[in-house]
Structure formats: structure tokens, C-alpha cells
Nanobody, 122 residues
């Protein structure tokens, strides 16, 4: 069993930065992803990182502004978000996928965190 706990969300002005963290307990050797869901919208892929950290992928909407990283010694994945925009406002959730290499499909993830709210004021 894997438990994922996100932190670091909050309210920030447009152009500001936040760093989200996702602490994992339980099994290791997993791909980790960040997804987000805004009110009235479907869940969308944000970023993914392979277990070794050698593969990362980003949604076009966040490319160049967000950076995903991980510290396997701490079982923690991070999402550094810079140059935030009002349209980045959403609940951000991390997820763990076993045996999948940098997948962007939410259906291939096995475990999910509860999510953390990010609100960007314009």
C-alpha cells in the first residue's frame, strides 16, 4: 500500500511561485505524476517523473514554468511552479504508477493523494 500526502498549496498573486511537495510511504520504484483539476473541468496532466528522475514530461500549458523533481532518499516528489497564472488555479494531486514509464494518463496511476489547493489571484 502507498500513501501520498501533498503540501505546499496556497494563495499567490499572478507571477508568483509555489513549491508543492508529495511525501510517499510504502512501496517504492514508481513513476510519480502531478495532475490538477479546476472547478467544472476534467482532471488534467501537469507533469511526470520516472523513478530514476531521468525522464520528465510536462503539459504544454506549464512547460518552461513548472519543474518536477524527486528525492528518493526522502520518498518525496516536488513541483516547483513559477510565473503562476490565474488559469493555474486548481486542486493539485500527486499520483504513483507502478511499472509505467512516465505515463501521462491518469488511468494508469495506482495511488492518489488527497490534493492541495492552489489559488492564483490576478
Amino acid at each position: 500500500q502507498v500513501q501520498l500526502v501533498e503540501s505546499g498549496g496556497g494563495l499567490v498573486h499572478s507571477g508568483g511561485s509555489l513549491r508543492l511537495s508529495c511525501a510517499a510511504s510504502g512501496r517504492t520504484f514508481y513513476t510519480m505524476g502531478w495532475f490538477r483539476q479546476a472547478p467544472g473541468k476534467e482532471r488534467e496532466f501537469v507533469a511526470v517523473i520516472s523513478y530514476g528522475g531521468t525522464i520528465t514530461r510536462y503539459a504544454d500549458s506549464v512547460k518552461g514554468r513548472f519543474t518536477i523533481s524527486r528525492d528518493n532518499a526522502k520518498n518525496t516528489v516536488y513541483l516547483q511552479m513559477n510565473s503562476l497564472k490565474a488559469e493555474d488555479t486548481a486542486v493539485y494531486s500527486c499520483a504513483a504508477a507502478f511499472g509505467k514509464s512516465a505515463t501521462q494518463s491518469p488511468y494508469e496511476y495506482d495511488y492518489w493523494g488527497q490534493g492541495t489547493q492552489v489559488t492564483v489571484s490576478s
